[in-house]
């Protein structure tokens, strides 16, 4: 005990030593991070510049801030502090991008930077719950084909109450909820192509039992199904029902409108039968 009392002082100087050694350590490991996050932000940048275009945010600027923080907030992930900054228009000044951009902005600068991030360090499987939250009309069609365009990558899983990002997608199934003495219920239901243009068609407002234009303008939005490795000869289509309202069809790739029925709802089995000749 009196040994160590005595050689105390050389073992504070030994610890002093240690500490240096660790903070010149610390402080070069710090600088090299720093400068690959920095090479890496140039590069975020000039990719979420191309990506924003697609989703029109072509006005907006992202910038990627790698800044150097105070001695006293290093931590294990370094000395610098990253923060992302946008301008939604020309001209504006940028700021925070969880202040600045709108509910709408936000989810399409979130959807741009997964669409990045999944390509720089790709993963089999990407879920995007609500990523077109705000959008609608022609945005929500621009998110649609975004989604669509990153599924020939990856297998991409949406939720979504959107039409216009339902339609795009390759498979649909429809997610309800129902009240049971056991409690609340979920169910899952995988939809065939009539039951699907029926959902895209409630999606845009129609009621149960939805109008010949619903239904057409349902499977208008829908992609053309691959085609078969024999092809058949073509085959005439049937003329279609006469249409139950006076508004002309809408393409759901440009609007979310819906021309309501001026009769009332038709049973199953006659909408069953319209939809068949629609196809």
């Known amino acids: 005990r009196l040994a160590s009392i005595e050689d105390g002082g050389a073992d504070l100087e030994r610890l002093r030593s240690a500490a240096a050694a660790a903070r010149v350590a610390y402080v070069e490991a710090a600088k090299a991070l720093h400068e690959a996050r920095s090479q890496a932000a140039i590069r975020l940048d000039a990719e979420m510049t191309m990506e924003l275009e697609p989703l029109r945010l072509g006005a907006a600027a992202f ?4 800044e150097r923080m105070s001695e006293s907030e290093w931590g294990a992930s370094g000395s610098d502090r990253v ?7 020309s001209g504006t000044p940028e ?8 509910g709408g902005e936000l989810a399409r600068f979130m959807l741009a930077l997964n669409v990045v991030l999944a390509h720089a360090d790709p993963v089999p499987t990407i879920i995007f719950d609500e990523v077109d939250q705000g959008v ?9 084909e975004r989604l669509a365009h990153l599924a020939k990558d990856f297998q991409v899983l949406v939720v979504t109450h959107s039409p216009q990002v339902a339609a795009r997608g390759v498979h649909h199934w429809r997610v309800s909820k129902a009240t049971a003495e ?11 192509e009539a039951a699907r243009r029926e959902e895209i068609a409630r999606f845009l407002g129609a009621p149960v039992g939805v109008c010949c234009c619903g239904l057409a303008t349902a499977a208008a939005s829908l992609p ?3 085609p078969a490795s024999a092809p058949l000869p073509p085959v005439p289509a049937a003329p279609p029902p006469p249409c139950c309202c006076s508004a002309a069809k809408l393409d759901l790739r440009r609007s979310t409108a819906f021309c309501a029925p001026l009769a009332a709802p038709e049973p199953a ?4 039968r319209r939809a068949a000749a629609i196809r």
């Open 269 to 272: 089995a006659e909408m069953r």
């Open 83 to 89: 923060a992302f900054r946008v301008s939604t228009n």
């Open 182 to 192: 056991a409690g609340v219920l979920t169910a899952v239901d995988s939809l065939s």
């Open 136 to 144: 609608g009309g022609a945005v929500a069609a621009a998110v649609g």
């Open 224 to 226: 053309p199904p691959p």
């Open 95 to 102: 700021g925070p991008l969880a202040r600045i951009a709108s």
């Open 63 to 66: 910038t990627t801030r790698v």
